[in-house]
């Protein structure tokens, strides 16, 4: 179960445009698959290290707060998605999705719950959860 099988998901999902990764911490292989695949990803954290070692990668970073986001970054994004985010930001992560009206594609670690309301989809056995603010 490949990381990129979650790009290529995202792929089939999401229309070619801006597509933002939030928390990218250090595992870059989704996000430097899906720019393969054509779309403008922007990768979003709080360690500057992390966003510093993803744009020596070609990925465009930022480093944002994601408990207060600076929203002027994500506009015109067509999807927001996480990989393994830490628990305590996935409130957040849902909430920024709400707001700018853009589905959240979250990839959790084996064993964290996700919150009521998201949908879960197999795909080549990854266990991906989606909140779509427009079906709500």
Do not use: C
């Amino acid at each position: 179960m490949p990381l990129e099988d979650f790009a290529e998901f995202l792929a089939r999902e999401v229309p070619r445009g801006k597509i933002v990764e939030l928390g990218i911490g250090f595992q870059f292989k989704v996000a430097l698959k899906l720019k393969s695949l054509g779309y403008d990803v922007l990768a979003i954290d709080w360690n500057p290290q992390a966003v510093e070692r993803a744009r020596e990668l070609g990925i465009e970073a930022v480093r944002d707060d994601l408990f207060s986001p600076r929203l002027e970054l994500y506009r015109n994004a067509r999807a927001l998605y996480s990989v393994r985010p830490t628990p305590e930001i996935v409130q957040p992560i849902l909430e920024l999705g709400r707001k700018l009206g853009v589905p959240v594609y979250i990839l959790p670690l084996t064993g964290d719950s996700m919150p009521r309301g998201m949908r879960l989809v197999n795909h080549r056995g990854l266990a991906i959860y989606v909140y779509n603010p427009r079906t709500k």
